[in-house]
């Protein structure tokens, strides 16, 4: 069975972006194994540290490798994504040998969707700065990308409802990573 990596772009414990992610899901099913990727812990890169590969970055970079695609629920920060999820990127995206650019990393040609739930624009700034980072790095990012306005009432109750349209923007995306 495919394997989809979920790579939640929020840190907060009552993330609205986790919550999309949960929808997408149950929208999955069965059809797919979904793992949620913890890179609490990835250190700040620094070239220091970057040889020998950290043991977090090792363990972090093989789930991607296993990943048959990876999904990123994010929000959008100054409209652009959070630095903790460029930070991610930025070591998925370096050799493991050192000076050796020859060899694929482990992002290298991996199919990423994006959805990201946020302001009124509903993250469109970040989608779209996010899929020119992931082109650059040589992901193989999927067309159909979700965004979500976050309505005023769920910023009191921390409570994300998604309308059927919105749930039916998710299921498209759902067939699609699927594919
Ligand atoms: C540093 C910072 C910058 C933000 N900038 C934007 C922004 O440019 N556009 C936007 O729609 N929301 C912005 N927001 C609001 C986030 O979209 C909002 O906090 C969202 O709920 C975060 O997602 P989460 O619920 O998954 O944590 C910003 C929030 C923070 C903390």
Known sequence: ??????????????????????????????????????????????????????KEVARIRKAVAEADALWIFTPEYNMSYPGHLKNLLDWLSRPVVAMDYGTPTCINGKKVAIAGAGGKAATAGCRAKLTELLTFIKAEVLPIQVGIAVPAEAWGTNLLVLSEEQKQELKGLVEQILE
């Open 1 to 54: 069975m495919k394997k989809i990596l979920f790579i939640i772009g929020s840190l907060r414990a009552q993330s609205f972006n986790r919550q999309v992610a949960k929808v997408a899901k149950e929208l999955i099913d069965n059809r797919a194994v979904v793992e949620e990727l913890d890179y609490s812990s990835l250190p700040l890169l620094n070239q220091d540290i970057e040889q020998p590969e950290p």
